[in-house]
């Protein structure tokens, strides 16, 4: 079945380091990509979103970066801050009448040391 | 963007009993969805609540089990029916304006079933 996955579910790092968290998706009809950050307790945050049409999005700290020959979205994020630890997941949009129908990635537990 | 109440935020519940979440947007959403999050995995969507009409629901989810309201575009209830120890999850709402962009989430309710 299609699905959406993340390669690695722990990623460590230090304060100051750039994070890389990737995804891959299967569904080729796809045309919306978005990452959440879910912080303990807390329900997900919109971090950042991307559309198919494009291969790149900046925001403070953070780039999408969208491959849609691999079928690969990565989050990065810049000078990772403690305050960044919490679990990242990927998700896509498969419903095409302009409503978010979203289908959640597995996720990554992003752990910052200081 | 909106924000997103949930009541309640946790409740531990008796085996064969029954358990409503509400859920409050502060402002008219156009979709309203369900959606559950075992411990340590990622969000799986249960249903999409229509105001006005009857639940949307997505496979291995169904009504019987797992009743929802819609009376308004501010408000959403979700009723796990008849729980089970396998129930215990959090069980998170989102509303999506429907203009493109994003969905936002409630703070979730963890329920536990003894």
């Known amino acids: 079945g299609e699905s959406v996955g993340l390669h690695l579910p722990t990623l460590s790092v230090q304060e100051g380091d750039n994070s890389i968290i990737n995804c891959a998706y299967s569904n080729s009809a796809s045309d919306y990509f978005i990452w959440y950050k879910q912080e303990s307790g807390k329900g997900p945050q919109f971090i950042i979103d991307?559309?198919?049409?494009?291969d790149k999005r900046q925001g403070q700290r953070v780039t999408v970066l969208l491959n849609k020959t691999v079928k690969h979205l990565s989050l990065q994020i810049a000078a990772t801050q403690p305050g960044d630890s919490a679990v990242y997941f990927c998700a896509e949009n498969r419903d095409r009448t302009g409503f978010q129908k979203l289908v959640f990635g597995t996720g990554t537990r992003l752990l910052v040391s200081p | 963007s909106a924000v997103i109440s949930q009541k309640p935020s946790r409740d531990i519940c008796q085996r064969g009993t029954s358990l409503t979440i509400q859920c409050q947007v502060d402002s008219q959403v156009t979709m309203m969805f369900w959606y559950r999050q075992q411990p340590g995995q990622s969000l799986t969507l249960i249903a999409t609540?229509?105001?006005?009409?009857?639940?949307?629901?997505e496979s291995g989810f169904v009504i019987d089990k797992f009743p929802i309201s819609r009376p308004n575009l501010t408000f959403s209830t979700l009723t796990v029916s008849n729980m089970s120890p396998e129930d215990s999850s959090i069980y998170l709402c989102s509303g999506d304006s429907g203009s493109g962009n994003e969905q936002f989430f409630g703070p979730g309710t963890r329920l536990t079933v003894l």
């Open positions: 609540a229509n105001q006005g009409s009857e639940a949307t629901y």
């Open positions: 991307i559309r198919s049409n494009m």
